[in-house]
């Protein structure tokens, strides 16, 4: 198995790459190194190269495995980047540093809410889906 410096100089290289073919500088693009079903002694090497923001999916998995992480390497940022429920929207500002998940005005509303309460501002990220209106099409009617 390839060691963790090594895959994360690689991926970081091919950040590089597509940055300048891009014409953008390869320091405005920010990894995030998604741990999900990963546990804390996979994701310790990772910090230990350097890596140092990291993504989950769910609220239960992060609460249990990153305070033990973020207190072995302070500066750790921890992105939210899957779908979060209205109920756990506290727990989520507690935890994460931002929220990529944003999806349905009642969640905004839980996380304002929560936000309030804990006197702290989570950056988040909306997801926006087009949908065009139908056009030129009927709902035909059954007779009788």
Request: proline share 6%; aromatic share 2%.
């Amino acid at each position: 198995m390839d060691r963790p410096e090594s895959l994360l100089g690689e991926v970081r290289g091919r950040i590089a790459g597509a940055a300048r073919l891009a014409r953008r500088d390869a320091t405005e693009v920010t990894l995030i190194a998604v741990s999900k079903t990963h546990p804390p002694e996979r994701i310790a090497p990772l910090i230990a190269a350097g890596q140092r923001v990291f993504g989950e999916n769910r609220v239960q998995e992060a609460a249990a495995k990153w305070p033990v992480l973020r207190e072995i390497a302070p500066g750790i940022e921890l992105h939210l980047v899957g779908q979060l429920q209205s109920n756990k929207a506290a727990e989520a500002v507690d935890l994460f540093d931002a929220i990529h998940s944003l999806d349905r005005s009642s969640l905004v509303v839980a996380l304002a809410r929560a936000m309030d309460k804990a006197g702290r501002r989570v950056p988040c990220f909306a997801n926006c889906r087009r949908c065009s209106p139908r056009r030129g099409r009927r709902r035909s009617r059954s007779p009788g």
